[in-house]
């Protein structure tokens, strides 16, 4: 079984700040990891995705994240948060690799604060 | 082009009606899905067709009937709905690769309303 969580509903931060959205996962294996984001009455938009090989992913839109093997945690960051980042940010985890057994997060709502 | 478009954007239609969703993309994959997402809630997988291979959900409600034309083309053929199966549905694509490696794109999706 696999499962991936996103511990907070809603982060808020200060435009210029950092960001950080939580995740977690839980497969019996190793994983294939996701972020997606989600505007307003919009489709998802694939951010970055961690496969193997360097714990730091590098996506879109100057976002990245963190995998960590040890905590089961792939974070994503941002070093300074824009307005336009407001948004609902899903994590994703496949223990196969193949969009068929996605499991997706619950999603967290990010608002930047102007 | 990385695009995948949806017809129609909107729709509303009645508990007895026929109608369908249209989705459409010209990046060469070959695996186009159907996802179903309620308000705030993360998209859940109804269908996904790979290869001209039709792998089903079986949770998915026999009055959503889905079908693949050609490689390019994916239809969602809805009859006889309830006012629960309201939602954003929103179609993907990739192109199936070994590892992972393949990423999938979204749709704008269509946002239907059963009266």
């Known amino acids: 079984a696999q499962s991936v969580a996103q511990p907070e509903d809603q982060v808020n931060v200060a435009e210029g700040n950092p960001l950080t959205v939580k995740c977690t996962y839980s497969?019996?294996?190793?994983?294939?990891l996701f972020w997606y984001v989600q505007y307003p009455n919009r489709g998802l938009q694939f951010l970055l995705k961690?496969?193997?090989?360097?714990?730091l992913v590098k996506g879109s839109y100057g976002f990245e994240a963190e995998f960590n093997k040890s905590q089961t945690s792939f974070h994503l960051k941002k070093p300074s948060a824009l307005v336009s980042d407001s948004a609902l940010y899903f994590c994703?985890?496949?223990?196969?690799?193949?969009?068929?057994?996605?499991?997706f997060g619950t999603g967290t709502k990010l608002q930047v604060i102007p | 082009d990385t695009e995948v478009t949806q017809t129609p954007k909107h729709l509303v239609m009645g508990m007895t009606n026929k109608k369908s969703l249209k989705c459409e993309q010209h990046?060469?994959?070959?695996?186009m899905y159907w996802y179903k997402q309620k308000a705030k809630k993360p998209p859940e997988l109804m269908f996904v067709?790979?290869?001209?291979?039709?792998?089903i959900n079986e949770s998915v409600p026999s009055r959503f009937s889905p079908e693949c034309p050609n490689s390019s083309l994916l239809n969602l053929h809805l009859h006889a709905l309830q006012p629960e199966d309201s939602a954003l549905y929103l179609c993907?694509?990739?192109?199936?690769?070994?590892?992972?490696?393949?990423?999938?794109?979204f749709g704008p999706g269509t946002r239907l309303l059963v009266l």
């Open positions: 497969v019996s294996g190793n994983p294939y």
């Open positions: 990046m060469g994959h070959r695996a």
């Open positions: 961690y496969i193997t090989g360097d714990n």
């Open positions: 067709y790979s290869y001209e291979k039709l792998s």
């Open positions: 993907a694509s990739s192109q199936p690769r070994g590892g992972g490696e393949e990423t999938q794109y």
């Open positions: 994703a985890v496949s223990l196969l690799g193949g969009y068929q057994k996605v499991t």
